[in-house]
C-alpha cells in the first residue's frame, strides 16, 4: 500500500555534494563555485521530484535456520536478514523512489551543461535518501507508540545480502512495487532513484550497530562521520 503520509524530506547542499560522490569540506575549500552550482540544483530539484513510499507489513511467524517465515507462507531467506531480525514481531517491507523526471531532465541537459548535471543528479541522490530516512522515521514513530523498536533498516546489497538476492525477495514481498518501478533481469531499479529497505518491529528487538556496518563501502568510504 502506498504511504499518503506527508514527509518532509530535509537535505541541504552538503547532502547534495555528498550524492555526486565529492567531500563537502573539501569541495567548499577548495571550488566554493561548485557549492553555490550544487545549492542551485538542490533548489531545482524540489519541483522535479515526485516522492513516494510503498510498503507491505507482514506478522513474523517464526524463523527456520537462515529463512524468516512470515503471514500468508511467506519466506525470506537470508542468514544475515534472518539474524538480525528473528526477533520483530513485523517486518516492513518498504520502496521509496523520487520518479524520473529528475532523471530525464538530467538526460536532457547532460551535454550541454555537463557540470549541472552532475549536481542535479547528486540532489536526486540526496532526495532519495532523505525520503527513505523520513520513511523510516515514520515507521520508528510507528513502533514507539507500541511500545516497540525498530531495527537499522537493510537494503539489498549491504554485506551478507547480496542485490541479486535481496531485490526479487523484496519485489515478491511487494508486488504494488511493480506499477511504480521496474526491476531489471540486472537487478537494476528503473528509476534509478529509488531504494528497497527492511525494517524489523517489534517489543523484543534489540537493534545494534548501524548500516555502515554492513556497507559494501564501510572500508574506503569518507561519509561515516555523517552516518552515525
Given amino acids: 500500500m502506498e504511504l499518503q503520509q506527508n514527509l518532509e524530506l530535509i537535505y541541504d547542499v552538503d547532502a547534495v555534494l555528498r550524492g555526486q560522490g565529492a567531500d563537502a569540506s573539501l ?6 563555485a561548485l557549492v553555490e552550482i550544487a545549492e542551485q540544483a538542490r533548489q531545482a530539484s524540489i519541483t522535479l521530484i515526485h ?3 510503498v510498503y507491505q507489513e507482514y506478522t513474523v511467524e517464526g524463523n527456520l535456520h537462515d529463512t524468516l517465515l512470515l503471514e500468508g507462507s511467506r519466506r525470506l531467506k537470508n542468514k544475515m536478514i534472518t539474524q538480525h531480525l528473528a526477533n520483530s514481531k513485523k517486518l516492513i ?3 521509496v523512489t523520487i520518479g524520473e523526471e529528475l532523471e530525464q531532465h538530467v538526460a536532457n541537459i547532460w551535454d550541454t551543461s555537463m557540470v549541472y548535471a552532475l549536481a542535479l543528479d547528486g540532489a536526486g541522490s540526496a532526495a532519495v535518501e532523505a525520503l527513505a530516512n523520513a520513511a523510516c522515521r515514520y515507521f520508528e514513530q510507528q513502533a514507539a507508540e507500541r511500545g516497540w523498536k525498530t531495527s537499522i533498516p537493510f537494503s539489498p546489497g549491504m554485506l551478507g545480502w547480496p542485490v541479486e538476492e535481496g531485490q526479487p525477495q523484496i519485489f515478491q514481498l511487494l508486488s504494488e512495487a511493480t506499477s511504480l518501478v521496474k526491476l531489471t533481469p540486472s537487478y537494476i531499479i528503473l528509476p534509478k532513484k529509488s531504494m528497497t529497505l527492511l525494517l524489523g518491529m517489534g517489543s523484543d528487538l534489540q537493534p545494534t550497530g548501524k548500516p555502515c556496518d554492513y556497507c559494501m563501502m564501510q572500508v574506503s568510504c569518507k561519509y561515516q562521520e555523517h552516518y552515525t
Fill in 27 to 32: 569541495v567548499r575549500k577548495r571550488k566554493p
Fill in 51 to 53: 516522492p513516494k513510499v
Fill in 93 to 95: 517491507v518498504l520502496l
